[in-house]
């Protein structure tokens, strides 16, 4: 899973929690940019030297940034630095079963399309294309350009699921915390990871309609 500088960190949060609860082992990047977003966005300042503590505390807050709303076990996170290009996911030989970028920011999705590999991150989407696993890239701007959207529409022709961050309103929200768990939900759907982060569309009788 890999997290960019996009606004967006509780829905980043929300699946963590939701892929550690699964039972599901993490190998888990997070920009440098992303950093910054976090700190506005939480006051956690994430520290490569002390990632677990800070992820720790980071994973107990709720969307609205109250600490101690979840206990989290990190045990099964495992962390790589953004700069480290050596690393496990570096490599089409280090097996996984695709990734997740939660959120993306527009330059995190021109990087992958355009095949930059600057960093950890990108160079991780690379590879999870060219392996053919995988990728889900939950966008997380607003409007969209004409640049970004191609690079967009070129992700999805490279076989990755783009997913915007919209979340849906039939799902009966009272919180804040429904409606970022609706987006992280979705993610897990795409990534084939069971859940229960929101109530699912059965239909109504008299012809309402729903919504993905």
Known sequence: M????????????????ALLAAGESVDL?????????????????FRDAH?????????GRGADGKPGVFDPDVSDVRYWAAGDLAAGPS?????????????????????????LSKDLLQRSASVTLKEG??????????????????HLVSLDEAGAIVLPA???????????QDLVDF???RVLDAARVPHSLYRRWEGELGGASGGG
């Open 166 to 176: 919209s979340p849906a309103f039939y799902a009966g929200a009272t919180h804040i």
């Open 183 to 185: 987006v992280a939900g």
């Open 91 to 115: 490599s089409g030989s280090y097996a996984t079963k695709g990734m997740l970028i939660v959120p993306a920011s527009t330059a995190c999705v021109a990087g992958v399309a355009l095949g």
């Open 51 to 59: 990632w677990r503590d800070d992820l720790w505390h980071w994973l």
């Open 2 to 17: 890999g997290v960019s500088g996009a606004s967006g960190t509780p829905y980043a949060a929300a699946v963590l929690r």
């Open 29 to 45: 990047v997070v920009s440098r940019a992303s950093r910054l977003t976090l700190l506005d966005e939480t006051g956690i300042a």
């Open 133 to 150: 696993r995988r990728l889900v890239v939950c966008v997380r701007e607003t409007p969209l350009n004409g640049q970004t959207l191609k």
